[in-house]
């Protein structure tokens, strides 16, 4: 009895569970490219000086 109730509800989970990990990723990768973008910026201002 328990097999067709737990079939859906491990679908649910790992699918919420997958948006989490590629929100995480993109969240991550948004904060690598905002680091490059900060190193870019502070070196140009110091060619500038």
């Known amino acids: ?6 079939l859906p509800a491990y679908f649910f989970l790992s699918q919420n569970i997958e948006e989490q990990t590629i929100q995480q ?20 201002l110091q060619r500038s000086r």
């Open 1 to 6: 009895m328990t097999g067709p109730i737990l």
């Open 25 to 44: 990723l993109q969240s991550e990768s948004n904060i690598i490219n905002l680091s490059s973008m900060i190193v870019r910026l502070s070196s140009g």
